[in-house]
């Protein structure tokens, strides 16, 4: 087996291979997640670490097949998913392969291993994948049933094809809570009650169908149609008996009532696919889609369809908005909601964790991180829509910004969706200008975030980080955080008083100081010492002694005297402004300290 270190002082099992020894000598494996947005497609997946083996010495052969077993942890997988490997090769060719075994045991390590026997070198990822169901047509025709799904059926009458056909089927089930957040967002789709799963059908023979074939899938029933047939006997009677008695006092009130429910009731089912992508979604006006038991649906096809859905409306819709509709379905199905988290160490703000989290565990999440020491602020951001693959960048603005070693600030970093992993980084932070932000107490700085789709990235196994500014689009989202100065412990001497050959200068800057001291011991804020000085000269004081109260109180009682005339009875004006203020008793010491000439 192979060990690959994880860049993060950590060893970590890459992958068991099961080769002779002369083989495992010249083979080379390592992590490279960095690439994992060009090995998954729509629909797919990621549960590992993205893998890559290959021979060190050229000149060697490997003496195919190997067996390679993966580490892999899924979380949902459902009836509907099954696991796979996926090959990719240098020209971002694929293949996918099936597990010959998930043990959860290679050697002494406990794990879930996907275990593949393999023809080629490449880069290997373990993929969570709608589950691929395959069967043959033959000649006399077939019915049958899926086995993700019971309930979808194919009939195929004889002589549908003029040769045996293979189909390859897919089904990607619609949660109604999918249907209602559309609903929510846009007011147009309001009509639609529920939709069928996507039905995704490849059929490699291309032949043209002799006869159609009836299909029978679940599309869910108006739920205010499916409680009125769950009446019962006795309800219905109450009922009547209250239409009755409400007929002869208010007959219009009954009209009404039923007309609504008749409105409620009448539904209308459509059937929407496209014959392939190219073309895009189309409504089939002229398929008639019947009603069968149990929320059952069933419908006859004269061609093939690459992909189709059942909607059912309460309402007419047009057919506008059902295709609308069903590209905002199909997207949907292929994004998660996600947050963008940013948390700091709550014994040392200078480290912070930054990850995403799809929206549905955010709660769990916050909870894991509030036990590994992480809190807010910054709160999560909104939720927004992440498909697969998808890139987070995101660098620092402001007087903020970030590293993830301690010494090479200010790049941009990188966060890669993938819905079933927990993409995080753990950064260090600092202020860029350490006398920055200085008429707050804290440093201040923004991160901002860029989404980078799938399309975006260029095909390369190596992928730099831009630095360049991302001018060419908005933000996906940013937030705000600070970080607290450092407590600057300045120790001014008595010398940096004001010096004066004068006797009487030389005791007001001892009795001013004095003052000062007496006046911060009490806490007394510039304000409360009602001196006539203008706003200017305290903010002044206040960033030029940010720390220090006694230090601000003498400044600003330096600056005031500053204003007055030398012919002006100093004392008697403090003391004056003392008693204003409340401390008559200061007053009184001064009056005595200035008579008496008491320089301490």
């Known amino acids: 087996f192979l060990v690959e ?15 002779p020894a ?9 992590i490279v997640n960095d690439i994992s947005s060009l090995v998954v497609d ?24 190997i067996n390679i077993a993966i580490p892999f942890t899924s979380c949902f997988r459902g009836n509907y998913r099954e696991i796979v490997v996926k090959v990719t090769d240098v020209n971002f060719q694929s293949n996918y392969l099936t597990p010959i075994s998930l043990e959860g045991y290679q050697g002494n390590h406990k794990e879930t291993f996907a275990e593949v026997k393999i023809y080629q070198l490449g880069v290997f990822s ?50 109604p809570s999918l249907v209602s957040t559309l609903k929510a967002r846009h007011d147009m789709y309001h009509a639609v009650v529920s939709a069928s799963a996507l039905v995704y059908v490849q059929h490699p023979s291309a032949q043209p169908f002799n006869s159609s074939v009836t299909i029978t899938l679940p599309c869910p029933p108006n739920p205010e149609k499916k409680r009125e047939e769950d009446e019962t006997e006795h309800a219905r ?52 889609i019947q009603n069968a038991r149990n929320g059952l649906v069933s419908f006859e096809l004269n061609e093939h369809l690459e992909s189709f859905v059942v909607i059912r409306f309460s309402f007419l819709l047009e057919n506008t908005y059902l295709l609308l509709f069903a590209r905002a379905l199909e997207e949907a199905v292929c994004s998660t909601m996600a947050n963008v988290i940013l948390y700091r160490k709550r014994e040392n703000p200078y480290k912070i964790v930054v990850l995403l989290s799809a929206s549905k565990e955010l709660t769990c999440e916050l909870q894991n991180l509030h036990e590994e020491g992480y809190f807010g602020p910054p709160e999560p951001t909104q939720q927004f829509p992440l498909r697969e693959g998808e890139q987070i960048h995101f660098r620092f603005r402001g007087n903020i910004f970030a590293s993830e070693n301690g010494k090479d600030f200010g790049k941009v970093y990188r966060l890669i969706f993938h819905s079933q992993r927990k ?48 001018q060419h689009q908005s933000p996906l989202c940013k937030l705000a955080l600070t970080l607290p100065k450092h407590e600057k412990l300045i120790n001014r001497p008595r010398s940096t008083r004001r010096i004066s050959s004068d006797s009487s200068e030389a005791l007001w800057d001892n009795l001013l ?80 300290k200035w008579q008496n000439k008491v320089f301490t």
């Open 5 to 19: 270190e994880s860049g993060k002082n950590e060893c970590k099992v890459a992958c068991f291979i099961k080769a």
């Open 22 to 30: 002369t083989a495992l000598e010249n083979l080379k494996c390592k």
């Open 42 to 65: 729509d629909s797919e997946e990621l549960v590992s670490n993205v893998i890559s083996i290959e021979c060190s010495d050229d000149g060697k052969t490997i003496p195919f097949p």
């Open 126 to 175: 373990v993929l969570s994948c709608l589950k691929k169901q395959t069967f043959t047509v033959p000649k006399v025709g077939l019915s049958q049933k899926l086995s993700v799904d019971s309930r979808i059926s194919f009939y195929y009458p004889p002589e549908t094809f003029s040769s045996p056909a293979p189909m390859q089927l897919k089904v990607q089930p619609i949660e």
């Open 237 to 288: 009677a109450i009922r009547a008996t209250v239409k009755r008695v409400a007929t002869a006092y208010h007959p219009w009130a009954v009209s009404a009532s039923l007309r609504k429910n008749g409105e409620n009731l009448s539904d209308t089912l459509k059937l929407l696919g496209h014959r392939n992508k190219e073309e895009g979604w189309k409504v089939f006006d002229d398929v008639i």
């Open 423 to 470: 993409p995080r980084l753990k950064l260090q932070i600092k202020e860029v200008d350490e006398f920055g932000n200085h008429s707050s107490p804290h440093y201040k700085g923004t991160a901002v975030f860029y989404r980078i789709t799938r399309e975006m990235i260029t095909k390369k196994w190596e992928q730099p980080l831009p630095y360049g500014e991302y």
């Open 513 to 592: 100081y004095w003052l000062a001291e007496e006046l911060a011991e009490d806490n007394t804020s510039l304000l409360a010492l009602c001196l006539p000085v203008r706003r200017s000269v305290l903010q002044l004081v206040r960033l030029k002694c940010p720390d220090n109260l006694t230090h601000q109180i003498y400044e600003l009682l330096c600056c005031w005297k500053k204003t007055l005339p030398r012919s002006a009875d100093k004392q008697q004006l403090l003391s004056r402004y003392l008693q204003k203020s409340g401390r008559s008793d200061l007053s009184e010491e001064l009056c005595f």
